[in-house]
């Protein structure tokens, strides 16, 4: 197809400047993400959760989902979780509807933060964990599929 010169470059520039403003905007996209990063988790250093954490690192050597993990996680952690979920918009826990209230950021995070306490485990396992976590904050099996392809586009599935 032979498009005139003039025409051709006035649509590229227009295509160049297009690019330009979707890169400003998912700058801001990764600037939020990078600000969550830089203070994620915060409130466990907290005088009101960094004691009850210290008494939660043999955490690690018990199965993520088991009803020995919830019920020692109660045990141990109940009042910092209770400080920690009020702080922390990346948890379900945050939100009056839990999960569907989220953000996608919030979202993104949350996925995050679950494939890194995943490693933390000896038994650790993101499929696992979003599988768990299904039945857990009742998210649907459309949410599921999506969460999955989020964590394989960022190549942590």
């Avoid at 979707?22 to 969550?36: Q, T």
Wanted: include cysteine; glycine fraction near 2%.
């Amino acid at each position: 197809m032979e498009v005139d010169k003039e025409i051709l470059e006035k649509s590229n520039q227009n295509t160049v400047d297009h690019k330009v403003v979707v890169f400003s905007f998912m700058e801001r996209v990764c600037d939020e993400l990078m600000k969550r990063a830089a203070v994620h988790d915060d409130s466990k250093l907290s005088n009101e959760e960094a004691p009850y954490y210290a008494q939660a690192l043999d955490l690690k050597n018990i199965t993520y989902g088991t009803s020995e993990y919830f019920s020692e996680i109660k045990r141990v952690l109940s009042p910092a979780l209770d400080h920690h979920y009020k702080n922390n918009r990346h948890h379900p826990e945050f939100y009056e509807n839990g999960f569907q209230d989220m953000s996608w950021l919030d979202k993104i995070e949350m996925l995050v933060d679950w494939k890194a306490a995943t490693i933390r485990h000896a038994d650790g396992d993101i499929k696992k964990s979003v599988e768990i976590n299904q039945e857990r904050f009742g998210y649907s099996d459309k949410d599921k599929e999506d969460m999955i392809q989020l964590l394989k586009d960022i190549k942590l599935w």
